[in-house]
């Protein structure tokens, strides 16, 4: 997903866009990085660099240096796609100015809703991950088909359904991939989950279940998506003997929120903690980074 842009010219500040900020580095100090590198490219050329969970993609034109902060682990193509969108949106409106001193003294706010209408059209993936008889297609179906209501028999999902969801994430859209949690299919997992930027990781807050997560679905993740950031669903809670929130975090090494899928009730809950998970506004853990007991 797409969390910045900055739009530099002789050092200074055009325009800046930031929808999810990073705080695990100092901005300024990556963008005075990424930006002198910008500046030695040809025109229109992309190129990127990476930084910890975080990629930096840029563009010189016009003497302007264009960069687009992303998740490491979304798709590099799309966001080259957009790169060169937003670019020459911002070229069909400023080019002239860029042309004189008259940059100098230019409002370059408006060009705010045409880049994140771009950013809305590329879907943030959403992989949610777990057994079989967890709660997967309950949580996806909780989230994009409330009128229908989450079902409430146990349908194997056979290698993966998907699912776009549109509420409260302006400008995102999330892309949400259900994955089929039998063990002859964890392994296929890798064809479906590339380039997913946010991890949910179901259980049914039982033992067993986070046993079966730790030695089967953590490989495949780990290895796939080191860089994706992750939160556990301590589904299930209302059945007799379900580990606590709390367990479940301790035990699988990642903040774990508990939740009743199959209750309609929880659908507002549901949605705050994948907005949460976007915007980086709750606990998570990064993938790769998950240390279990």
């Given at each position: ?157 056979f290698f993966g359904d998907k699912a776009l969801l549109k509420a409260d994430f302006d400008p995102y859209v999330f892309s949400m991939f259900d994955l089929g949690g039998q063990d002859r299919f964890v392994q296929e ?34 290895n796939e998506l080191p860089y994706a950031r992750a939160i556990a669903i301590a589904n299930k809670q209302d059945l007799p003997g379900a580990l606590s929130p709390q367990e479940v975090s301790r035990k699988l090494g ?40």
């Open positions: 997903m797409i969390r910045e842009i900055h739009v530099f010219k002789d050092g200074e500040t055009l325009f800046e866009d930031v929808i999810v900020p990073n705080k695990d580095l100092d901005t300024k100090a990556v963008m005075m990085l990424v930006s002198s590198s910008c500046k030695k490219l040809q025109e229109w050329k992309i190129d990127s660099m990476e930084i910890e969970r975080f990629r930096y993609v840029y563009m010189n034109s016009h003497d302007t240096q264009f960069i687009i902060t992303m998740d490491r682990q979304a798709s590099l193509m799309k966001v080259h796609e957009a790169m060169t969108s937003a670019v020459s949106k911002f070229m069909t409106a400023f080019e002239s100015v860029l042309e004189t001193d008259e940059w100098k003294s230019t409002d370059f706010s408006p060009f705010k809703d045409g880049f994140r209408r771009i950013v809305s059209r590329i879907p943030v993936k959403v992989c949610l991950a777990g057994h079989g008889g967890t709660g997967k297609t309950t949580l996806l179906e909780l989230a994009t088909m409330p009128s229908q209501g989450p079902p409430q028999e146990y349908v194997p999902t997992w890798g064809k479906i989950i590339r380039a997913g930027s946010l991890v949910v990781i179901v259980t049914d807050s039982t033992t067993e279940n986070l046993a079966w997560t730790k030695r089967v679905a953590y490989p495949v993740l780990k990642v903040p774990a929120y508990g939740m009743q899928a199959n209750k309609m009730d929880f659908r507002d809950r549901w949605l705050k903690l994948l907005r949460g998970l976007a915007f980086e506004t709750l606990d998570f853990a990064v993938v790769g980074e998950i240390e279990v007991e």
